[in-house]
Nanobody, 116 residues
């Protein structure tokens, strides 16, 4: 059974930083493209960042230069380093995993709140 468990969310003032982690189990982690989505109340879900099995990354324009996605295949974990946080970054952040064969998995999410 595949599980994706996020951690590291919380409250931070504008301009601050947080690092999210997502621990995966029940899957061959290294073959999956891993991503971070976010969804604020009343808003559409947005893909924030993704990292392929060979380490290529992609970011939403809204977070380029501020967020960094990385992965540690030995620990089955994907990270999202978030710097220079803004109020508009407030959302529930979900980890995702998808494979070339069409499998898709989604974590329960961790809340990030940016306010001063």
């Amino acid at each position: 059974q595949v599980q994706l468990v996020e951690s590291g969310g919380g409250w931070v003032q504008p301009g601050g930083s947080l690092k999210l982690s997502c621990a995966a189990s029940g899957m061959i982690f290294s073959i999956y493209t891993m991503g971070w989505y976010r969804q604020a109340p009343g808003e559409q879900r947005e893909l924030v960042a993704a990292i392929t099995s060979d380490g290529r990354t992609d970011y939403a324009d809204s977070v380029k230069g501020r967020f960094t996605i990385s992965r540690d295949n030995a620990k089955n974990t994907v990270y999202l380093q978030m710097n220079s946080l803004r109020s508009e970054d407030t959302a529930a952040y979900h980890c995702s995993a998808y494979s070339d064969s069409g499998e898709f998995y989604w974590g329960q999410g961790t809340q990030v709140t940016v306010s001063g």
